[in-house]
């Protein structure tokens, strides 16, 4: 089955420094990569998707790179935030394994500092 | 999106007791899936419901211990048995929300003493 690796698990950086979270999947097939913010005590959202025909996608501050070659995709953070503060999870699926069965990440906890 | 509405927020269980945890959608869907969260984790996939049919069981995951209903298109619990320490873990449901996205439920977390 998919395997989901993500890293940095923590990351702290300055209010209006870059943010870059990285995550390598195993499977072939996987054509669907989500971002989700989990804020402290409350749901996962999702906050930017790519999918494998594309290789960069763009929403204000944050935007993937996808990397099918090197099975590995990416999310940018710019000028951040206080409120960018979060766990924030990659995911990916396949048709294969079912479009809505996301495999995640193990997360990435980011902090930014005022 | 939809409107996931997930009981209980929160519970404080004593081991080997069983907690039902509930998920009502404001609007049908086929399939729902029941997450678990455990602290400080990611979020693993335990099993899809599917409405008139038994659910489907993700590895690691057995129906003895993770009873599923589901009656209908915007109904589904998820019962977590026999509760141990271990199973001290945040529980969400989710639905899909178009083709590949999923919408979370606001989630259960539990505590096993």
Redo the contacts between chains.
Sequence with gaps: ?ENVEQHPSTLSVQEGDSAVIKCTYSDSASN?F?WYKQELG?????II?IRSNVGEKKDQRIAVTLNKTAKHFSLHITETQPEDSAVY?CAA?SVQT??????????TRLTVIP | SAVISQKPSRDICQRGTSLTIQCQVDSQVTMMFWYRQQPGQSLTLIATANQGSEATYESGFVIDKFPISRPNLTFSTLTVSNMSPEDSSIYLCSVPAGREKLFFGSGTQLSVL
């Design positions: 089955g669907y989500p409350k749901r996962p959202q999702l998707d999870f699926s079912g479009a809505n069965n996301l495999f995640f990440g193990t997360g």
